[in-house]
C-alpha cells in the first residue's frame, strides 16, 4: 500500500503562487495531481505518464509545473499566476490506475 502525503496548500491573493508537495512511501512512475472544488467533479490538473512525460490539463495554460524528485519519492506542482477559479482541494494521486490517493490540500485564491 503506498501512502501519499500531500502538503504546502494554503490561502493566496489572485496572481500570487504556491507549491504544493507530495511524498510517496515508495516509488510509483505514474503520479499526478487533481482537483475538487466545491459542487464539481474532481478533474485532473497535471501528471507524470507510466515513461515520465508530464502531461496538463487545458486550464493550466502554462501557469503549472508538475516536476518530481526521484530520490525522495516526491512530485511537486508549482502554481504560478492563481486564480479564483483555482480555489480546490488539490489531490495527489499515484500508481496504476490511480490506484493510490493522498488526503487532500486546501488551495483558496482570494479575489
Known amino acids: 500500500q503506498v501512502q501519499l502525503v500531500e502538503s504546502g496548500g494554503g490561502l493566496v491573493q489572485a496572481g500570487g503562487s504556491l507549491r504544493l508537495s507530495c511524498a510517496a512511501s515508495e516509488r510509483t512512475n505514474t503520479m499526478g495531481w487533481f482537483r475538487q472544488a466545491p459542487g464539481k467533479d474532481r478533474e485532473f490538473v497535471a501528471a507524470?505518464?507510466?515513461?515520465?512525460?508530464?502531461n496538463y490539463a487545458n486550464f493550466v495554460k502554462g501557469r503549472f509545473t508538475i516536476s518530481r524528485d526521484n530520490a525522495k519519492n516526491t512530485v511537486y506542482l508549482q502554481m504560478n499566476s492563481l486564480q479564483p477559479e483555482d480555489t480546490a482541494v488539490y489531490y495527489c494521486?499515484?500508481?496504476?490506475?490511480?490506484?493510490?490517493w493522498g488526503q487532500g490540500t486546501q488551495v483558496t485564491v482570494s479575489s
Open positions: 494521486a499515484g500508481g496504476v490506475a490511480y490506484g493510490y
Open positions: 507524470f505518464n507510466w515513461s515520465g512525460v508530464p
